[in-house]
């Protein structure tokens, strides 16, 4: 069955870097991309952008572009989203999902999620 | 960026209602129209995609429905595990996907 399995909460300082991890199972990782999406404390949903495990191209949203950075390893099958000069208002649990390369796109599967917190 | 707008933001309704959650899109994005279910502390979870798709293993009560600006999520007869927040994304746009505010579903 297809699995997406994040890594653990973090605890960072305002103006660090916080990487997180996604390793996928139960399918070929090549053949999806994935997506991050995250959320603020009780708020919604905010896609991040999009790396193809096939060739490794990136989306990123335009508010996050040069301060994210997502790669895969695709001999772990894992995907990493790198987000720098963290602020307060980076503090929110971050999704990684497979994303259904299309027409049509969409997220089929998702990991359970990390909180990353950033705190002085 | 296609901005989305979801009405209601918020929902009250008994278990064997029928419920409609409407989502609107700023500019026409065809049929690319996601809808996801979220409930507290858990990841989104795939309801219904290109509009009008069921999911695989999503029970037949749920429905989607439109194309251009406006479209609907359908719950035929509501039922307990039903109560969550539902959010409807547009993949029109793949430089920049967009979901709607939410709309919080809960119990009367």
């Known amino acids: 069955q297809v699995q997406l399995v994040q890594s653990g909460a973090e605890v960072k300082k305002p103006g660090a870097s916080v990487k997180v991890s996604c390793k996928a199972s139960?399918?070929?990782?090549?053949?999806?991309?994935i997506s991050w999406v995250r959320q603020a404390p009780g708020q919604g949903l905010e896609w991040m952008g999009w790396?193809?495990?096939?060739?490794?191209?990136?989306n990123y949203a335009q508010k996050l572009q040069g301060r994210v950075t997502m790669t895969t390893d695709t001999s772990t099958s894992t995907a990493y989203m790198e987000l720098r000069s963290l602020r307060s208002d980076d503090t929110a649990v971050y999704y990684c999902a497979r994303e259904i390369e299309g027409p049509p796109y969409y997220f089929d599967y998702w990991g359970q999620g990390t909180l990353v917190t950033v705190s002085s | 960026d296609i901005q989305m707008t979801q009405s209601p933001s918020s929902l009250s309704a008994s278990v064997g209602d029928r419920v409609t959650i409407t989502c609107r899109a700023s500019q026409s994005i065809s049929s690319y129209l996601n809808w996801y279910q979220q409930k507290p502390g858990k990841a989104p979870k795939l309801l219904i995609y290109?509009?009008?798709s069921l999911q695989s293993g999503v029970p037949s009560r749920f429905s989607g429905s439109g194309s251009g600006t406006d479209f609907t999520l359908t719950i035929s007869s509501l039922q307990p595990e039903d109560f969550a927040t539902y959010y409807c994304q547009q993949s029109y746009s793949t430089a920049m996907y967009t979901f709607g505010q939410g709309t919080k579903l809960e119990i009367k």
């Open positions: 290109a509009a009008s």
């Open positions: 139960g399918y070929t990782f090549t053949s999806y991309g």
């Open positions: 790396i193809s495990a096939y060739n490794g191209n990136t």
